[in-house]
């Protein structure tokens, strides 16, 4: 029986919920910690390095506990369910420090904090992925579905995007640090309430129609099914640099607003920044893609969208260097930023999935469950890479804790003695340089064309026609 439009609705709608949860943490952990509560750079980028790492070893005991559930609700909801209500209460109690913790009660909390955000949002991620097999039928029904959900987590982080310092001094009363510390933990109650409650009609209109065994592999096994399967490895490797490349400049883009081009308004120029590329992110994922590819194959689209980005960056730099500020001509580099980042959230789940059908062919085993494994953790490990380069960077830069409140004096001192040049450095010419990078991974390496999929989905075929 093939899934109904409220099945499928459902599920993305938890897509987006997952998402944008994960975007809050990715994007504005670091900002809050660092310039609103004032945690050194660097521990934060230690921090935020280390919780992706543990990771590596939390998804694979994940996926045992969950291999082993037996309940009358099956082997996901419950775990689905459980771990989406815990993630939330630790979101808003990662978003609700204490005002009155510093020095290294401070640095715990947000250690300890973010470190049980990352397992519970582990415990929600792996059987919300895993349970696909368990109401789908396979074949372009599974890959559909698993499109659509990738697709509709880059609309939640899109969302996250647009939304947040919007809602941060409207529900905080205002742009001083206390001000956004009190909005960030408002808002952060907001996205864990929603969060719980796209999960749970989620839970309620899927159904497992199937008794499926499904095991997350473990680290070792992600190594040697890379090290078997050269495409697989060709995508990671692009994935993880494309990124780190977009999460370097979510984390800095705040900054270089509040530092670099100031002002009493800047706030306001930042959401103006953010709504505008969060539209087109969407639009590009959801508009743009199938209508790029009903003209082009999916490599010419991945290629137009490396070079936009590229473009962009270099766009955005020039704008630097002759110090242009307008936000309406900024808006120009992130168009092409912020729509090619939207084609490839597409694209490389779309790449990933190819490599499941290349590898069963080449190897004899379908490792779909290992394949969108890594995707996963790379997804972690690039934003937990890509925020301690930005924490660097911060440190380099001299920016320390906001000091608004204590001062108009004080805080022009802070905005002087920052050096805003090593953040136009990061936000720009870092994520130029790892582009550049995939594309030649890319170009050298990638071989899985339209017609190299089609012929290897017709050898399959005949493979088992013939068994």
Known sequence: MKLT?????SYGLAAVGKDMVYMLSASYILYYYQDIMGIDAIAMGIILLAA?????????????????????FGKFRPWLFLGTVLNAVI????????????GSGLVAYAAITYILWGVTYTMMDIPYWSMIPAFTEGGKEREGLTTLARSCAGVGSALITIITMQMV??????NSPEQERLGFRSFALIIAILFVLFT???????????????????????FKALVTNDQAMAVVIFIVLINCSLYITSNLLIYFFKYDLAGSNWNDNYVLFNSFGGAIQILSMMILYPMLRKKMDAMKIFYVSIFSAIAGYGILLAFMFF?????????????????????????????????????????????????????????????GVAALIASVALSLAHIQKDSGDAGEAIAAEALQNANVGVIRIAMTILPIFGLFLALWIFS????????????????????????
């Open 169 to 174: 001094p409207l529900l905080g009363g205002g």
């Open 323 to 383: 110090d242009i500020t307008s936000i309406v001509v900024l808006c120009i580099p992130a168009f092409f930023v912020f729509a090619a980042f939207g084609l490839l959230t597409v694209l490389t789940t779309v790449f990933l999935a190819n490599t499941v059908d290349y590898g069963e062919l080449k190897n004899g085993s379908r490792d779909e469950s290992v394949i969108f494994s890594m995707q996963t953790f790379v997804v972690k490990l690039s934003s």
């Open 52 to 72: 992706r790492v543990f990771d590596a070893f939390n998804d694979p005991i994940m996926g045992v506990i969950v291999a082993k559930t037996k309940s009358r």
């Open 200 to 222: 749970t009609i989620c839970c309620l209109a899927i159904k497992e129609k199937s008794t499926v065994d499904v095991s997350t592999p473990s680290v070792g096994a992600m």
């Open 444 to 467: 050298k390496r990638y071989i899985l064309t339209d017609e190299k999929i089609a012929e290897i989905t017709s050898k399959l075929k005949e493979n088992k026609e013939s068994a």
């Open 91 to 102: 979101l808003y109690i990662m978003f609700a420090c204490p005002p009155t913790l510093d």
């Open 5 to 9: 439009v409220k099945e499928k609705t």
